[in-house]
């Protein structure tokens, strides 16, 4: 029988001696610094797209930023990951999703308490202002439409994490 324990006081440790020796050094590129923030704090941030090449290219955008995507072609797989013991930090939506569509589970997402307030922009081809009228309705963040710009994904990204909460 394997015995379960707790390695909470390990990471505690094994982050503050990390900051102290960075500290300590006379100097440390930013790029270094935002790795070893991201490796010790993960922004997890999870892409609901059926299309794997929009997926995978959202993946690589993504990482290029330091976050750490979680990826769903479909609201099957999102309960996997839901299931996983991930704190999720943003979601990014496609509205054409198969046998649940991105706005019911938007409005699944929003009515969640412990889901609600993660900050979600959908993501989508369609883009008739009826569709924007919805995405307001269930409580999106924003809504981006493809084929999209990635500075502006990255930026709306940045901003929604960082407001105050």
């Known amino acids: 029988?394997?015995?379960?324990?707790?390695?909470?006081?390990?990471?505690?440790?094994i982050e503050k001696l990390t900051k102290q020796r960075m500290a300590g050094q006379d100097v440390v590129e930013l790029d270094q610094f935002r790795d070893v923030k991201n490796k010790m704090n993960p922004i997890n941030i999870l892409v609901i797209e059926d299309d794997e090449t929009q997926r995978s290219s959202l993946k690589r955008i993504l990482e290029s930023d330091g976050y750490n995507p979680k990826l769903a072609a479909d609201a099957a797989e999102l309960t996997q990951i839901l299931d996983e013991d991930h704190e999720i930090h943003f979601i990014i939506l496609d509205v054409g999703l198969p046998w649940i569509n991105g706005f019911e589970l938007a409005q699944m997402i929003k009515d969640h308490r412990d889901l609600?307030?993660?900050?979600?922009?959908?993501?989508?081809?369609?883009?008739?202002?009826?569709?924007?009228d919805e995405a307001r309705q269930v409580g999106a963040d924003d809504y981006i439409k493809k084929p999209f710009d990635i500075d502006k994904l990255k930026t709306r990204i940045r901003e929604l994490l960082n407001r105050p909460k």
């Open 1 to 13: 029988m394997t015995k379960k324990f707790s390695t909470s006081a390990m990471i505690q440790k």
């Open 116 to 132: 609600k307030s993660i900050p979600l922009i959908f993501l989508s081809a369609q883009a008739e202002s009826k569709d924007f």
